[in-house]
């Protein structure tokens, strides 16, 4: 066995069967559903202090984007002292740009581990009690029999793209989880205040094409990616979207909470909205 085996992925899996034992001794319908459910949360809330460093990193560096803009305005010529400045910048506000892609980094393993969990527990096929058994620690969480699958209606190991078969309201999973990656993609967007009215610079250069280029691609980001999740979704089990819905919900409160709603602060009721 591996070690990403051995310290993330069997952990992960010992934990979701110890919940759905549980759940099972209190005769809590949906077992398997509902741990899934209470794993997702766990996961997140042991992430919760580096997604937190993430977010306000973000923020900090969506905060001093009217600078940078001016910096590279006055200084954009000159590449040293444009570096220069940035730099200065950077440390007059204990900003570090790299700060937010560790906790990302980290995250990583996590989620493939937790993927990989899921996917063993909702496809049952094969010699699927000995192969679960023989990875759990402790005997008292032995399965005795294939766990049940439906949650809410829907089986777990369903695909939304077997919806002939699964009946068409399978078709609402993939577009709820859209909707929901487009929520947060909006929240995790900056509503950024103006940038100081300097006269602009005209852009000869390629590297300036280049980053206006890259400027309209996180733009379309924003769309793309919700939409990409929902096409994933709408070819992986139902066990994963739950998981993934979960996750990002909780997500939505963490950002809501730590810096606020971001770009989709407009559109939220008065009494929701936050003052950046």
Not at 28 to 44: C, K, M
Not at 178 to 195: C, F, R, V
């Amino acid at each position: 066995m591996n070690p990403f085996e051995v310290f993330l992925t069997t952990p992960i899996l010992n934990l979701l069967i110890a919940y759905y034992a549980a759940l099972k001794t209190l005769f809590i319908p949906w077992a398997l559903g509902f741990a899934i459910i209470l794993l997702t949360v766990t996961i997140r809330l042991v992430l919760w202090p580096l997604t937190g460093v993430q977010l306000k990193s973000t923020q900090k560096m969506a905060a001093l984007k009217p600078h940078l803009d001016r910096i590279k305005l006055e200084h954009g010529h000159d590449k040293i002292r444009h570096q220069q400045e940035v730099s200065k910048l950077y440390k007059e506000h204990g900003v570090n740009p790299l700060s937010g892609c560790l906790p990302m980094i980290l995250q990583i393993p996590v989620f493939i581990a937790l993927y990989n969990v899921l996917l063993k527990i909702v496809q049952v096929n094969g010699d699927f009690l000995n192969k679960i058994n023989s990875q759990l620690y402790f005997s008292f969480l032995h399965l005795d029999k294939v766990p049940d699958t439906y949650f809410l209606g829907f089986n777990l190991s369903d695909k939304p793209n077997q919806w002939q078969q699964a009946g068409i309201l399978i078709l609402a999973i993939p577009i709820l989880t859209g909707l929901l990656q487009l929520i947060q993609s909006k929240m995790l967007t900056p509503a950024l205040p103006p940038s100081p009215s300097i006269t602009p610079v005209k852009k000869t250069d390629s590297k300036g094409e280049i980053e206006d280029t890259m400027a309209q691609v996180s733009s379309q980001m924003t769309l793309i990616m919700p939409l990409m999740i929902a096409f994933f979704s709408y070819g992986f089990p139902v066990g994963l979207s739950l998981y993934w819905n979960t996750f990002t919900i909780i997500g939505i409160i963490q950002q809501y909470v730590i810096s606020g709603p971001g770009a989709l602060n407009k559109y939220l009721p008065k009494r929701w909205q936050k003052q950046s």
